[in-house]
Nanobody
Framework: QVQVVESGGGSVQAGGSLRLSCTSS?????MAWFRQASGKEREGVAG???????DYADSVKGRFTISKDDASNTLHLQMNSLKPEDTAMYYCAASYGCSTSDLLQDDDYKYWGQGTQVTVSS
């Protein structure tokens, strides 16, 4: 059983930055960030397969950067130019395999963290 733990959430004003981190207890090929805002469905934010293959939701491209360190089983999400609409609970997810054409299919991910809250005020 792989354990996934997130950290780094918090509150920030619009235009600010936050960095989320996620640690997995074991190596997994695919890791990703998802988020769920109040009253909305969960959506994929950014995913990574190995150290180089990444995928982003259109809403965060150019603002968020995902990085995966396979040596330490960690995943980071650098979030810049944050907007109020980025406010959500952010979840880290991990899987031994995922679709190479779309890393943000939540059905592909078996292991999930408890989430970390990100709040962006205007």
């Amino acid at each position: 059983q792989v354990q996934v733990v997130e950290s780094g959430g918090g509150s920030v004003q619009a235009g600010g930055s936050l960095r989320l981190s996620c640690t997995s207890s074991g190596y997994t090929v695919c890791m990703a960030w998802f988020r769920q805002a109040s009253g909305k469905e969960r959506e994929g934010v950014a995913g990574a397969m190995g150290d180089e293959h990444t995928d982003y939701a259109d809403s965060v491209k150019g603002r968020f950067t995902i990085s995966k360190d396979d040596a330490s089983n960690t995943l980071h999400l650098q979030m810049n130019s944050l907007k109020p609409e980025d406010t959500a609970m952010y979840y880290c997810a991990a899987s031994y395999g995922c679709s190479t054409s779309d890393l943000l299919q939540d059905d592909d991910y078996k292991y999930w963290g408890q989430g970390t809250q990100v709040t962006v005020s205007s």
